[in-house]
């Protein structure tokens, strides 16, 4: 099949696109707001973009939260989520009038951070801790403006539980990050494989 996105005629009765950019990895976000109030919100719209220096990003599908309070207070944490905090990453996802904890309607405890104020999940396996670059308001083809929101952050600190360490790298399949796929599904990581890359690659 062939579909034409601006039409979005694929007949389909879902849109597949998500379903194709997989999987990908959830961005869990601790932001705080200049009152100190705490928020809490997984984004599938997260990636990693550079090494030296560290920077992550997190694409938001209008202007919630997360992004106001980034901009409001330049720190967020990015919380890696995995198996065991599935269902309390799910709940944080409900749209909870701003000021309502998500810590406390998922039934999550706050870990304080070293360098950030925004705290991390108490329990997680990965956290990172980031300082605002940008807020980029994206465009379409034809310039024009639209209500989603990329924010890149510079990670200046990241904690890995001691559990996740073996022999001197992270243990990724015993961590088993979760990560979305298309419609309701959701994958985990509890198996590798490894590759050698070409010399120079």
Known sequence: ???????????LPHDPFKALVVPRPI????SMGADGAVN??????????????PIVGFSSEGRKDSVSLVDETREFVCNIATYDLRDAMNATSAPLPRGTSEFEAAGLAMEPSRLVRPPR????????????????????????????????GQVI???????????????TPAMQPIARL????????????????????
Request: hydrophobic share 40%; aromatic share 14%; charged share 25%.
């Open 1 to 11: 099949m062939f579909y034409d996105t601006a039409k979005n005629d694929h007949g």
């Open 27 to 30: 961005g869990w976000i601790t």
């Open 40 to 53: 809490l919100a997984p984004y599938s719209f997260f990636n990693a973009f550079s090494t030296r220096p």
């Open 121 to 152: 999940v108490r329990g997680i396996a990965a956290a990172l801790e980031c300082r605002h670059l940008r807020t980029i308001q994206l465009e379409d083809i034809d310039g024009r403006a639209v209500d989603r929101w990329l924010v890149l």
């Open 157 to 171: 600190g990241i904690f890995i539980d001691d559990r996740f360490l073996k022999d001197g790298v992270v243990d």
């Open 182 to 201: 298309g419609y309701k599904d959701y994958s985990v990581v509890d198996e590798v494989f490894s590759l050698t890359r070409p010399a120079g690659g």
